[in-house]
């Protein structure tokens, strides 16, 4: 059994549902300008044990991630060649960052009014970029390990403080076998 909402709460509940149901989000205008955000074609070379020995695939990367960490030799990648695209539900090992502030700040949201704290970098709506997620790859994991540490000392300053961060998906390769 779940403890009793006290009755401030359920007000603040409607309170922020009643805001959230009349927020009316504004019309873009034809031909407004737009955040572009380019892609690049890489050539990614597939560490999984289950890939055929020296598998490689196509992925698209941010260009603006890939020279945030430090542009292609340092991620481990390649220009795009003819290998193919790679296959559905393949995920890349990824480094992420996100760059903050020195100092977080307490915002509203504009649909509903509730409060949270902001930590990235630049004003909200200012157009300023702060997560960056790029592939990275070696040829063995060890060499990857050391990448992966390579980059985090490069970036550590370029964070933003205490609450930047930078982390690393692992790669994931789907493996599917029939019944038959």
Same mark, same amino acid.
């Given at each position: @059994?779940?403890?009793?909402?006290? $009755?401030?709460?359920?007000e603040?509940?409607?309170?922020y549902? *009643?805001?959230?149901?009349?927020?009316? $989000?504004?019309?873009r205008?034809?031909?407004?300008?737009?955040?572009?955000?380019?892609?690049?074609?890489? *050539?990614?070379?597939?560490?999984? &044990?289950?890939a055929?020995?020296?598998?490689?695939?196509?992925?698209? =990367?941010?260009? *603006?991630?890939?020279?945030?960490?430090g542009?292609?030799t340092?991620?481990?990648?390649?220009?795009?060649?003819?290998?193919?695209?790679?296959?559905?539900?393949?995920?890349? =090992?990824?480094?992420?960052? @996100?760059?903050?502030?020195?100092?977080?700040?307490?915002?509203?949201? *504009?649909?509903?009014?509730?409060?949270?704290?902001?930590y990235?970098?630049?004003?909200?709506?200012?157009?300023?970029?702060?997560?960056?997620?790029? &592939?990275?790859?070696?040829?063995? &994991?060890?060499?990857l390990?050391?990448?992966?540490?390579?980059?985090?000392? =490069?970036?550590?300053?370029?964070?933003?403080?205490?609450?930047?961060?930078?982390?690393?998906?692992?790669?994931?390769? &789907?493996?599917?076998?029939?019944?038959?």
């Amino acid at each position: @059994m779940g403890r009793r909402k006290s $009755a401030s709460y359920l007000e603040q509940q409607l309170k922020y549902a *009643k805001a959230r149901e009349a927020y009316k $989000a504004p019309q873009r205008e034809e031909g407004a300008a737009t955040q572009r955000q380019p892609k690049v074609a890489v *050539k990614y070379a597939v560490l999984s &044990p289950l890939a055929a020995a020296s598998a490689a695939f196509t992925i698209q =990367a941010s260009k *603006k991630a890939i020279a945030f960490f430090g542009g292609d030799t340092a991620l481990g990648l390649a220009e795009a060649a003819t290998d193919p695209e790679a296959p559905r539900g393949f995920k890349p =090992a990824r480094i992420i960052a @996100m760059v903050s502030d020195s100092s977080p700040a307490v915002v509203r949201a *504009k649909g509903s009014g509730r409060a949270y704290t902001r930590y990235g970098a630049g004003a909200r709506g200012g157009g300023t970029q702060y997560n960056f997620t790029a &592939p990275i790859t070696s040829d063995t &994991p060890a060499n990857l390990k050391a990448k992966i540490l390579g980059i985090v000392e =490069a970036k550590k300053g370029s964070v933003g403080g205490a609450y930047g961060r930078i982390w690393l998906e692992p790669e994931e390769y &789907p493996y599917v076998a029939s019944g038959e």
